[in-house]
């Protein structure tokens, strides 16, 4: 048995909203919550995430482990 008096209000139906629309149910300390990022908006977890090479970093990976396709032709 919990303690009288010292645990927060839980609400097993507590709403979730991301840009004003509704997104699922969850079990909260909290009414409602408002998020701005959830998985299904997320580019990692919709897989619309685009990997920026900064410097040339992945040809010089490929490059250094002799992955790249100018030495496969040589």
């Known amino acids: 048995m919990p303690k009288p008096d010292i645990h927060p209000e839980w609400y097993p139906e507590a709403k979730v909203y991301c840009n004003g629309e509704?997104?699922?149910t969850v079990g909260s300390t909290?009414?409602?919550i408002h998020?701005?990022?959830w998985s299904g908006n997320h580019p990692f977890y919709t897989g619309t995430q685009k990997i920026i090479d900064t410097e040339g970093r992945v040809e010089r990976f490929m490059r250094k482990y002799g992955m790249s396709d100018?030495?496969?032709k040589k």
């Open 22 to 24: 509704f997104v699922m």
């Open 30 to 32: 909290q009414p409602e």
């Open 35 to 37: 998020v701005d990022v």
């Open 70 to 72: 100018t030495q496969s």
